[in-house]
């Protein structure tokens, strides 16, 4: 009854590849979130989705693509793979796109060689 | 725009003493939500608590206690009595209002380190 669920949870793969990372949260939640966090642990938010909307967009490459098939999912692509890219990304979601608690899943490590 | 500092980077203290995390932000908005998370060594990020901006009431759940105090615009978390299984990174963050939505604001996590 895992609440945020991310796949994989670890990732490692060449320059130059893409890659896809899945989300999905049963809480019921509208929103949801990716954050990454870099190797000096700081963590930023990267996207936002309310209801399959994209809602925030903060200043990612355009290599980086999230997408929404239902509210319940939210996963992330990421074309041409560049060692920068190494991190550890989480997926969150809330209630709705007001002040709420997010929660966030279990992070999914990738390494990019 | 939104801050959130940690001073602290690293703390190790052994177990049983009592020990304070600071949390110091900047916001212009009247009406914001202060959090901490904890993330173990096994890198999930747990969430601890959430607090109004209007509500200045302290907090306390079991060993962990919360001095929020607009005057200084802190929101200190305290472990008392810590034990091996309270190391972790934590984190504060600030919610902030952002194109209606809001994200989180995070500070830079302090490490707390607990030895037996």
């Known amino acids: 009854d895992t609440a945020v669920s991310q796949t994989p949870k670890y990732l490692v793969t060449q320059m130059g590849n893409d890659k896809s990372i899945k989300c999905e949260q049963n809480?019921?939640?509208?929103?949801m979130y990716w954050y990454k966090q870099d190797s000096k642990k700081f963590l930023k938010i990267m996207f936002s989705y309310n209801n399959k909307e994209l809602i925030i967009n903060e200043t990612v490459p355009n290599r980086f693509s999230p997408k929404s098939p239902d509210k319940a999912h939210l996963n992330l692509h990421i074309n041409s793979l560049e060692l920068g890219d190494s991190a550890v990304y989480f997926c969150?979601?809330?209630?709705?796109?007001?002040?709420?608690?997010?929660?966030f899943g279990p992070g999914t490590r990738l390494t990019v060689l | 725009a939104q801050k959130v500092t940690q001073a602290q980077t690293e703390i190790s203290v052994v177990e049983k003493e009592d020990v304070t995390l600071d949390c110091v932000y900047e916001?212009?908005?009247?009406?914001?939500?202060l959090f901490w998370y904890k993330q173990p060594p096994s890198g999930e990020l747990v969430f601890l608590i959430r607090r109004n901006s209007f509500d200045e009431q302290n907090e306390i759940s079991g060993r962990y206690s919360w001095n929020f105090q607009k005057s200084t615009s802190s929101f200190n978390f305290t472990i008392t009595a810590s034990q091996v299984v309270d190391s972790a990174v934590y984190f504060c963050?600030?919610?902030?209002?952002?194109?209606?939505?809001?994200?989180?604001?995070f500070g830079q996590g302090t490490r707390l380190t607990i030895n037996p």
């Open positions: 963050a600030l919610s902030e209002a952002a194109q209606g939505a809001q994200k989180l604001v």
């Open positions: 916001t212009r908005d009247t009406t914001y939500y």
């Open positions: 969150a979601s809330s209630q709705d796109g007001s002040l709420n608690t997010q929660y």
């Open positions: 809480l019921g939640h509208d929103t």
